[in-house]
């Protein structure tokens, strides 16, 4: 379906600490697209005390990875009102598992991955940058004492609330949540690599079937982009340039709100 490649379905993936949380805020603010991240909803469950909170909260804290159930009932919950919408997944999957999971779920409805990021941050750089960050945990608004700082040292610029430190935010459970992305999360790279480079009909494979069948039942075709930065301002524009181009009749939200 052609008009189905204009719908963003995108994943927002990366290094625990590479801005997914940051870039994925400044793509709803510009444009009409809505995004669900993993930790932020684990975080907020964890604060009201949901029996899926209490059953994350140490994992969490250990630097280790929730189980894919568990991941999967948080996400297709909130995906399921999401269906004619244009989202981004940020977050989620982080197992080859999850992918695989995620891929059947959209698959029975019909509204298939039409991007993945792959945003490309040197571990240096994280691991300077996690020490400085800021949150307000219950809308997932991030800060960074260094690069972008709060207005007011400590408060959040919406709410007034106060900032906290996320406690897995610390040099030794960061190593944890490095090496659980390069164990489990990094594999699903080479996943989206295969699905965004193979066709699932071809000619090739099919030599009696009509050419015009092959283009009629190929399925949207899923874009892989990798950006490589250092900062999150150094990564944007190209960002933004990647979905203007591939989504030019996606509604930008009033300037005013720019
Ligand atoms: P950042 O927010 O800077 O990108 P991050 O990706 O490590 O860093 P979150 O996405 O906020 O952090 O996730 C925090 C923690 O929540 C993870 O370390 C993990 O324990 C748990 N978590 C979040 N998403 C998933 C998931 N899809 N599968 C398993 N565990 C998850
Ligand atoms: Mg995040």
Redesign the pocket.
């Known amino acids: 379906d052609d008009r189905d490649e204009r719908v963003v379905r995108m994943l927002m993936f ?8 940051t870039l994925s805020a400044r793509l709803t603010k510009k444009y009409d697209i809505l995004s669900i ?4 909803l ?2 907020q469950h964890i604060n009201e005390g949901t029996a899926i909170g209490k059953q ?1 909260e140490a ?2 804290a ?7 159930e ?2 999967l009932k ?2 297709t919950s909130k995906l399921d009102s999401l269906q004619n919408k244009h989202w981004i997944l ?6 080859l598992n ?1 992918g695989l999971l995620l891929d059947a779920h959209l698959k029975k409805q019909n509204t298939p991955l039409t991007l993945v990021v792959n945003l490309n941050v040197p571990d240096e750089v ?1 691991l300077s940058r ?1 020490t400085d ?1 800021w949150i307000h945990t219950p809308s997932g608004r ?1 800060y960074n004492t260094s690069y972008n700082p709060p207005r007011i040292a400590g408060i959040d610029d919406v709410t007034g609330d106060a900032l906290t430190k ?1 406690p ?1 935010d610390n040099p030794e459970i960061f190593g944890r ?1 490095l090496e ?2 390069y164990k489990s999360t990094s594999p699903l790279l080479n996943h989206y690599t295969t699905q965004a480079t193979t066709p699932i009909t071809s000619p090739i494979n099919n030599p009696h079937q009509h050419p015009h069948q092959v283009l009629l039942h190929r399925p949207a075709k899923l874009s892989l982009r990798s950006i490589t930065g250092r900062t999150s301002d150094e990564i944007w524009p190209e960002l933004d340039y990647i979905i203007m181009s591939m989504f030019p009749s996606l509604r930008k939200r009033s300037d005013d709100t720019l």
Request: no cysteine; net charge positive.
């Open positions: 990366g290094k625990p600490g590479a801005g997914k949380g991240s993993t930790g932020d684990l975080r994350a994992i969490i250990r630097g280790e990875l929730v189980p894919d568990v991941m948080v996400v940020d977050g989620f999957p982080r197992t999850q994280i996690i960050r991030v996320r897995d949540r659980a992305f």
